[in-house]
C-alpha cells in the first residue's frame, strides 16, 4: 500500500527584495489608488561662495527632476496538474504556498530584465549551474521599468566588495543628485564574497559603510545595483482558480497574484565586479 507523504513547507528567501522592500498589500491607498513612486533624491544641492547672498541662484539654474514614476503590474501565475488520485496532497494549498515562496524570486528577475515576450509558453530545460535568461512569458500593455536601464558605472571591480563599494559612493557623490544611502542588489554568490561588508540590522541586511540595504536575491551574475532610498513592493491577493478534466483525470490548479517592485528611478547604476567561480 502506497501511503501520500506531505513534503516539507518551501522557503521564501531570507533577503530577498520582497523581505527588504516596503511590502503594500490590498487594501492599502497607495495599492488601490494606483501604483505610483514619489522620486526623491532626483535634485542637486548647489553650493556658493561666501560672497554669494543667500536666496541667490546660479544664474537661476534649474535641475530637472524626474518627478513620479507610475508603475504597470506584473501578474505572476503558476499552474500545477494533478490527477484526482493525489487528492490528498490539498494541491489548492500546493499552489499557493508555491506562489508565496516564489514570489520574491521572480519579482527580483523582473525587476532586472523584465518579461522576454513569446507567442508560446513552454517549461525551462533545466541545465547550467545558475540560470541567467529571464522570465518567459506574454507583455500585456506597457510593463514596469527594470534594471536594463541603469547607468553602467563602467570598468569591472577586482571583486564584489570592490563593487559595493563603487556603487555606494556614486550614491553619495551628490554631483548629480542629493546623494545618500539607497538600496543595494547582489546575487547570492557576488553576496558571500563581499560578505565581510554587510550588517544583519533587524533581520535585514546593510552594508556597514553607509547603511544602505542590501537585497540578496534572483539578479544576473556578477552585476550590483544600486538606486537611492528603499524599494515598495506592491503584493495582490493569492488568487486560486481550479478545473477538472473528468475524462483524463485530471485536476487542474491555478494560483495568481499581481505583483510589482517600484523604486527610485532617478538615479538607478549597476557595476560589474570580477567574480569568484562559483
Same mark, same amino acid.
Given at each position: 500500500m502506497t501511503v501520500p507523504v506531505q513534503a516539507p513547507a518551501l522557503? =521564501?528567501?531570507l533577503h530577498g527584495i520582497v523581505e527588504a522592500g516596503n511590502v503594500i498589500e490590498p487594501g492599502d491607498d497607495r495599492w488601490t489608488s494606483g501604483v505610483e513612486?514619489? &522620486?526623491f533624491g532626483c535634485e542637486v544641492v548647489f553650493a556658493h561662495g561666501s560672497d554669494c547672498w543667500i536666496g541667490g541662484t546660479s544664474d537661476k539654474l534649474i535641475q530637472d527632476c524626474a518627478g513620479l514614476a507610475h508603475y504597470s503590474v506584473y501578474n505572476l501565475e503558476t499552474t500545477i496538474g494533478w490527477t484526482t488520485l493525489d487528492e490528498k496532497f490539498d494541491p489548492k494549498s500546493l499552489a499557493i504556498e508555491t506562489m508565496k515562496a516564489g514570489t520574491s524570486s521572480v519579482l527580483e528577475r523582473l525587476t532586472e530584465q523584465g518579461v522576454k515576450d513569446t507567442a508560446t509558453i513552454a517549461a525551462p530545460v533545466v541545465a547550467g549551474p545558475i *540560470? *541567467?535568461? @529571464?522570465? #518567459? @512569458?506574454? #507583455? @500585456? @500593455?506597457?510593463p514596469p521599468p527594470n534594471f536594463s536601464t541603469a547607468l553602467d558605472i563602467g570598468g569591472t571591480a577586482p571583486d &564584489? $566588495? &570592490? &563593487?559595493? =563599494?563603487? #556603487?555606494?559612493? $556614486?550614491?553619495l557623490d551628490g554631483g548629480d543628485h542629493v546623494g545618500g544611502a539607497g538600496t543595494i542588489y547582489m546575487n547570492p554568490i557576488l553576496a558571500t564574497d563581499a560578505w565581510g561588508l554587510l550588517d544583519q540590522t533587524d533581520g535585514g541586511l546593510r552594508t556597514k559603510t553607509t547603511g544602505s540595504k542590501v537585497v540578496i536575491g534572483n539578479f544576473e551574475h556578477p552585476n550590483v545595483y544600486g538606486h537611492p532610498g528603499e524599494v515598495d513592493v506592491y503584493l495582490g491577493d493569492i488568487n486560486v482558480s481550479e478545473v477538472w478534466h473528468r475524462a483524463e483525470n485530471e485536476h487542474i490548479v491555478q494560483a495568481e497574484r499581481a505583483a510589482v517592485a517600484v523604486w527610485n528611478t532617478c538615479l538607478l547604476v549597476k557595476q560589474a565586479a570580477s567574480p569568484p567561480t562559483p
Amino acid at each position: 500500500m502506497t501511503v501520500p507523504v506531505q513534503a516539507p513547507a518551501l522557503f =521564501g528567501s531570507l533577503h530577498g527584495i520582497v523581505e527588504a522592500g516596503n511590502v503594500i498589500e490590498p487594501g492599502d491607498d497607495r495599492w488601490t489608488s494606483g501604483v505610483e513612486f514619489t &522620486a526623491f533624491g532626483c535634485e542637486v544641492v548647489f553650493a556658493h561662495g561666501s560672497d554669494c547672498w543667500i536666496g541667490g541662484t546660479s544664474d537661476k539654474l534649474i535641475q530637472d527632476c524626474a518627478g513620479l514614476a507610475h508603475y504597470s503590474v506584473y501578474n505572476l501565475e503558476t499552474t500545477i496538474g494533478w490527477t484526482t488520485l493525489d487528492e490528498k496532497f490539498d494541491p489548492k494549498s500546493l499552489a499557493i504556498e508555491t506562489m508565496k515562496a516564489g514570489t520574491s524570486s521572480v519579482l527580483e528577475r523582473l525587476t532586472e530584465q523584465g518579461v522576454k515576450d513569446t507567442a508560446t509558453i513552454a517549461a525551462p530545460v533545466v541545465a547550467g549551474p545558475i *540560470t *541567467t535568461g @529571464g522570465i #518567459v @512569458g506574454h #507583455v @500585456g @500593455g506597457e510593463p514596469p521599468p527594470n534594471f536594463s536601464t541603469a547607468l553602467d558605472i563602467g570598468g569591472t571591480a577586482p571583486d &564584489a $566588495k &570592490a &563593487a559595493v =563599494g563603487i #556603487v555606494e559612493a $556614486k550614491l553619495l557623490d551628490g554631483g548629480d543628485h542629493v546623494g545618500g544611502a539607497g538600496t543595494i542588489y547582489m546575487n547570492p554568490i557576488l553576496a558571500t564574497d563581499a560578505w565581510g561588508l554587510l550588517d544583519q540590522t533587524d533581520g535585514g541586511l546593510r552594508t556597514k559603510t553607509t547603511g544602505s540595504k542590501v537585497v540578496i536575491g534572483n539578479f544576473e551574475h556578477p552585476n550590483v545595483y544600486g538606486h537611492p532610498g528603499e524599494v515598495d513592493v506592491y503584493l495582490g491577493d493569492i488568487n486560486v482558480s481550479e478545473v477538472w478534466h473528468r475524462a483524463e483525470n485530471e485536476h487542474i490548479v491555478q494560483a495568481e497574484r499581481a505583483a510589482v517592485a517600484v523604486w527610485n528611478t532617478c538615479l538607478l547604476v549597476k557595476q560589474a565586479a570580477s567574480p569568484p567561480t562559483p
